[in-house]
């Protein structure tokens, strides 16, 4: 009886413990960015996956033939395989963003491995000379809950973007062009590739894209300065 009585008055301390220890009702969310403000016609130019030893500095020509600042998501090998690019890329005008390390398959990464690939990739641009970057961009634009904790516990803005030129798919400048000014809106966050395959048309589509949004009145900034201008971003909670 006695043993009874003990267990009882366990259980009982237990539930009132747990009852006056508020547990969180809702998992922690998660942002994750698509576009900006709507508000003004401005837009982020974004390129994955370089720095590549040809067409990242050909892309960094055409943005400072027009004074066009760019954020660019680099991966941490390809800045260690081509560090004469990267430092180029890493000095200019433009944002640098955290794409991972070796571009993994975002569904077979565990969140151990995924932390490693950011910082691995975060020493890599120091050690060249860059800044600390703030924003990070999976592979494919894969997420989980799971992943998206590690990327805010490591205090960065997950980005995608809301139109994709599918430059990677070697489609043509003309059919480039096209994506973007049909479907082009004040906030877009367009994605681009610095590293393709060959034959890459970004170059000959961005000749002929940016002079073009420039006269149609649109005005060229970093994620970081399109996400900062207005609390209204485009974005989805995770949880």
Known sequence: MRVKRMLSLCLALLFLFCVQTPIQAEPLKHRVFYHGSREEKVIALTFDDGPHPRYTTEILAILEKYQVRATFFVIGKNLELYP??????????????????????????????????????????????????????????????????????????????????????????????????????????????????PPSYTITALEYLIPMLLQNGYRFVTVSELLGQCSSSGEESSS
């Open 84 to 197: 004469t690019a990267a430092r180029a890329l890493l000095q200019s005008d433009n944002e640098i963003g955290n794409h991972t390390y070796s571009h993994p398959h975002m569904q077979y990464i565990s969140t151990e491995n995924l932390m490693e690939e950011i910082n691995k990739t975060e020493e890599i641009i120091a050690s060249l000379g860059g800044k600390p970057t703030t924003l990070f961009r999976p592979p494919e634009g894969a997420k989980s809950a799971s992943h998206l904790t590690v990327v805010s516990h490591l205090s960065y803005k997950t980005v995608l973007w809301s139109i994709d030129t599918k430059d990677w798919a070697h489609h043509s400048p003309s059919s480039i062009c096209k994506t973007v000014l049909k479907n082009v809106k004040g906030g877009d966050i367009v994605l681009f590739h610095d590293y393709v395959n």
